[in-house]
């Protein structure tokens, strides 16, 4: 048995293991939520590493507020960096493999292709900044460990760019999206399953890794195909960002490149709109 602790207890990714969780054998899954474990509590998580057997580290726990990340960047960085480097330590004191999940966010996106791991880092906002630190705390204190990074999450669950398109067009006839930035969507679901695969497979091939979906897109072709597959018909408007003024900078293009994670490690990554598809009709 391969016991698994999973932080971020009620966010998107982690309601997504929860729900893939069921597909895998032998493994003994733990979740946890800030109130039963506050990473950025160095003594609190060291007396919940010790009191527990533990193999893997699933860190989802994350400030991910990005534009309320501009005025908090104390409250950022204690969450995103001063409480990665805790579970970094807890996981080098009692010999836990960490998966850390992080962001497109790290980049600049000024690149016009997938960036891909050796890329230099360059965040243009406090919450990019906060989620590189913590890859850096990462990197200082441990030499098993999974960095993935991901970009423009969505699920059934929590909040997402997905449902919020879904509940506007419950209420408006007409909804403007953002057509000049460039990314992959990425279904929570299909990044669960290559995190439970990695502590099923046992892998020692560690490092940095990219996962998205496949394909590149704009959010607002995104909101199209979404409405497209959910049968509602809603009069989308195209605006440019400079139109759409938001507190934190994004990254204008943000795809990953996902050759390293399917080279080294054998993942196969659906098409975006495949997964999309997916959840939609589900649902």
């Given at each position: 048995?391969?016991?698994?602790?999973?932080?971020?207890?009620?966010?998107?990714?982690t309601?997504?293991?929860?729900?893939?969780?069921?597909?895998?054998?032998?493994?003994?899954?733990?979740?946890?939520?800030?109130?039963?474990?506050?990473?950025?509590?160095?003594?609190?998580v060291q007396?919940?590493?010790?009191?527990?057997d533990?193999d893997?580290?699933?860190?989802?726990?994350?400030?991910t507020?990005?534009?309320?990340?501009?005025?908090?960047?104390?409250?950022?960085?204690?969450?995103?960096?001063?409480?990665?480097?805790?579970?970094?330590?807890?996981?080098?004191?009692y010999?836990?493999?960490?998966?850390?999940?992080?962001?497109?966010?790290?980049?600049?996106?000024?690149?016009?292709?997938p960036?891909?791991?050796?890329?230099?880092?360059?965040?243009?906002?406090?919450?990019?900044?906060?989620?590189?630190?913590?890859?850096?705390?990462i990197?200082?204190?441990?030499?098993?460990?999974?960095?993935?990074r991901?970009?423009?999450?969505?699920?059934?669950?929590?909040?997402?760019?997905?449902?919020?398109?879904?509940?506007l067009?419950e209420?408006?006839?007409?909804?403007?999206?953002v057509?000049?930035?460039?990314?992959?969507?990425?279904?929570?679901?299909?990044?669960?399953?290559?995190?439970?695969?990695?502590?099923?497979?046992?892998?020692?091939?560690?490092?940095?890794?990219?996962?998205?979906?496949?394909?590149?897109?704009?959010?607002?072709?995104?909101?199209?195909?979404?409405?497209?597959?959910?049968?509602?018909?809603?009069?989308?408007?195209?605006?440019?960002s400079?139109?759409?003024?938001?507190?934190?900078?994004?990254?204008?293009?943000?795809?990953?490149?996902?050759?390293?994670?399917?080279?080294?490690?054998?993942?196969?990554?659906?098409?975006?709109?495949?997964?999309?598809?997916?959840?939609?009709?589900?649902e």
């Open positions: 048995m391969i016991n698994v602790l999973v932080t971020g207890g009620n966010g998107q990714l309601s997504c293991i929860k729900d893939v969780e069921k597909k895998f054998d032998g493994l003994n899954v733990m979740y946890t939520d800030s109130q039963e474990l506050d990473i950025c509590d160095l003594n609190q007396s919940f590493f010790k009191s527990h533990i893997y580290c699933v860190n989802c726990a994350a400030y507020a990005v534009d309320k990340a501009e005025d908090e960047q104390e409250l950022a960085f204690k969450v995103n960096a001063k409480g990665v480097k805790n579970l970094a330590l807890a996981c080098k004191e010999h836990v493999v960490l998966i850390h999940i992080s962001t497109d966010f790290v980049f600049d996106g000024i690149k016009r292709e960036y891909t791991e050796g890329d230099q880092p360059n965040p243009i906002s406090v919450y990019g900044a906060s989620k590189l630190q913590g890859e850096i705390e990197q200082n204190i441990l030499e098993k460990y999974f960095i993935i991901t970009s423009w999450l969505y699920s059934e669950h929590g909040n997402n760019f997905m449902k919020t398109m879904l509940c067009a209420t408006r006839d007409a909804i403007s999206v057509a000049d930035q460039i990314g992959t969507p990425t279904y929570a679901g299909d990044l669960a399953k290559v995190i439970l695969d990695i502590v099923k497979n046992k892998t020692n091939e560690f490092g940095v890794y990219h996962y998205s979906n496949e394909g590149e897109i704009s959010w607002f072709d995104f909101a199209k195909e979404i409405f497209k597959i959910a049968n509602l018909n809603i009069e989308l408007i195209p605006i440019d400079s139109k759409y003024i938001t507190k934190a900078k994004r990254p204008t293009y943000s795809v990953l490149s996902k050759e390293k994670i399917k080279n080294k490690l054998g993942v196969e990554v659906p098409h975006w709109s495949f997964s999309l598809k997916k959840v939609l009709i589900k």
